[in-house]
């Protein structure tokens, strides 16, 4: 198993930028496929931006390309995700996730272990 803790959230004017992180339990991080995820007032939880065990591939959704970047450390245990450019519309709990198989990087039922979220709110 292994256990996630994202922080880094908080409130940010329009355009600003803020870091996600992740930090993951255990001694095995660099085999599970990581994403973040994230849930608005209202709305289903959505995938946001995935990264492969080496962290060579990345995923994102349509809304946020261009404006955020996925990352991972194996030796610190950690995902990041670097979003510039935000906009109200990107406010939301946003949540880290680890899959053990990733064959749907993409996907939510591939993830087997959540964080506990960490709020995002973008004022304008």
């Known amino acids: 198993q292994v256990q996630l803790v994202e922080s880094g959230g908080g409130l940010v004017q329009a355009g600003g930028s803020l870091r996600l992180s992740c930090a993951a339990s255990g001694r095995t991080f660099s085999t599970y496929i990581m994403g973040w995820f994230r849930q608005a007032p209202g709305k289903e939880r959505e995938f946001v931006a995935g990264?492969?065990?080496?962290?060579?591939?990345?995923y994102y959704v349509d809304s946020v390309k261009g404006r955020f970047t996925i990352s991972r450390d194996n030796a610190k245990n950690t995902v990041y995700l670097q979003m510039n450019s935000l906009q109200p519309e990107d406010t939301a709990v946003y949540y880290c996730?680890?899959?053990?198989?990733?064959?749907?990087?993409?996907?939510?039922?591939?993830?087997?272990?959540w964080g506990q979220g960490t709020q995002v709110t973008v004022s304008s």
């Open positions: 996730a680890a899959s053990p198989r990733g064959l749907s990087p993409t996907a939510q039922y591939e993830y087997n272990y």
């Open positions: 990264i492969s065990r080496g962290g060579s591939n990345t």
